[in-house]
C-alpha cells in the first residue's frame, strides 16, 4: 500500500474506533499524532487517545497495524491473467448451454526456480483442469463440482441475470494453512507499544481487518472477531507483553473489543 493511502487508512481505523467505542457514558478523542511530529516525543505510537469514562480519565498510547500477513502482490496479476484466459471459454459454454454459473479457482505465482516456460506449460494444465470440471459439472444432475481447487455453480439462465454468463471468484490462496499474524503484530507489542507502557500510558493496539481492493475472498475466510481475540490472549503470552486492550476493525469497518476493553476496567485498573 502506497505511503499516503497508508496513513489515509490508519486515519479511518482510528475515527472509527474512537466514534464506535464512543457513548453516553465514555468517550475517546484523539488527542495526538506522535508518529507525525506529534507533542509526546517520548512516544513513537500512531496516536495518543484520551479516554474518559465514569470519573476515569487517561490518555491512551495506540497502535494500528494490519492483522493478517500481507498478500504476495503479484496476486492481482495473476488473477487477471486467469480472467483472461478462463473467461472467453467459460463464457462461450455458459452461451450455448443457456446457463450462468458462478466460478471459484485459485490464483497462482511463479516460484523461484520455475522456468517461464515451465510455468505456462503449468499453468495451462490448471487452466484446462478447471474448464473439464465446469463440463463435468454442467452434466451433473445437481450442477456441481467442488474439491480443493476448484467450485463451481450452474443454474439455468433467466431474465433476472444482467451480468456476465460466468462470474469468476478466488479463493483464498492461504486457506489451508490457516491464519497468522502480521509480522507487524509482535513488533507493535514488543517495541512501541512496549515503551508506552514503560512511559505510565496504558496500550491500545488496533488490528485493522480490511483487505487490498484486489482481495475479494477475504470476507469470507477471515477469523470472527471472538477467535482473534482468542489468538490475541495467546500473543501477548507468548511475548509475555502487557496490552490495556485490543480492538478489531473487521473486513467490513465494523469494530469489536476483542481483547479486554478501553476505559475504566472492572477492577479499576487498565493493565
Request: glycine share 4%.
Amino acid at each position: 500500500m502506497p505511503k499516503d493511502a497508508a496513513h489515509d487508512r490508519e486515519d479511518e481505523c482510528l475515527e472509527l474506533v474512537c466514534a464506535a467505542l464512543t457513548s453516553a457514558s465514555r468517550s475517546l478523542t484523539i488527542e495526538d499524532r506522535p508518529d507525525r511530529a506529534g507533542r509526546a516525543r517520548d512516544l513513537t505510537v500512531d496516536a495518543v487517545i484520551r479516554v474518559v469514562e465514569d470519573g476515569y480519565d487517561a490518555a491512551w498510547a495506540a497502535d494500528v497495524c494490519l492483522a493478517s500477513r500481507k498478500f504476495d502482490p503479484r496476486l492481482p496479476a495473476a488473477m487477471n491473467q486467469l480472467r483472461e484466459i478462463l473467461l472467453p471459454p467459460l463464457n462461450e459454454l455458459a452461451t450455448r448451454t443457456g446457463h450462468h454459473a458462478s466460478v471459484s479457482c485459485r490464483a497462482y505465482v511463479r516460484l523461484p526456480g520455475v522456468s517461464r516456460n515451465e510455468w505456462r506449460r503449468m499453468l495451462n494444465g490448471y487452466v484446462r483442469n478447471v474448464y473439464d470440471r465446469a463440463v463435468m459439472a454442467l452434466v451433473r444432475p445437481d450442477k456441481e463440482w467442488y474439491d480443493p481447487e476448484v467450485g463451481i455453480y450452474w443454474q439455468p439462465d433467466s431474465p433476472d441475470f444482467d451480468v456476465e454468463p460466468v462470474r469468476l471468484q478466488f479463493y483464498d490462496p492461504f486457506m489451508m494453512e490457516g491464519f497468522r499474524f502480521s509480522r507487524a503484530v509482535p513488533l507493535k507489542l514488543t517495541k512501541q507499544l512496549k515503551r508506552a507502557h514503560d512511559a505510565g500510558y496504558p496500550t491500545l493496539l488496533i488490528l485493522d481487518q480490511k483487505p487490498p481492493s484486489y482481495v475479494t475472498w477475504l470476507s469470507n475466510t477471515c477469523p470472527e472477531p471472538y477467535e482473534l481475540g482468542e489468538a490475541m490472549a495467546f500473543m501477548v503470552g507468548r511475548h509475555r507483553a502487557t496490552l490495556a486492550a485490543c480492538v478489531l476493525v473487521d473486513h467490513d469497518d465494523s469494530v469489536h473489543e476483542i481483547y479486554r476493553r478501553v476505559g475504566k476496567a472492572a477492577n479499576g485498573l487498565t493493565c
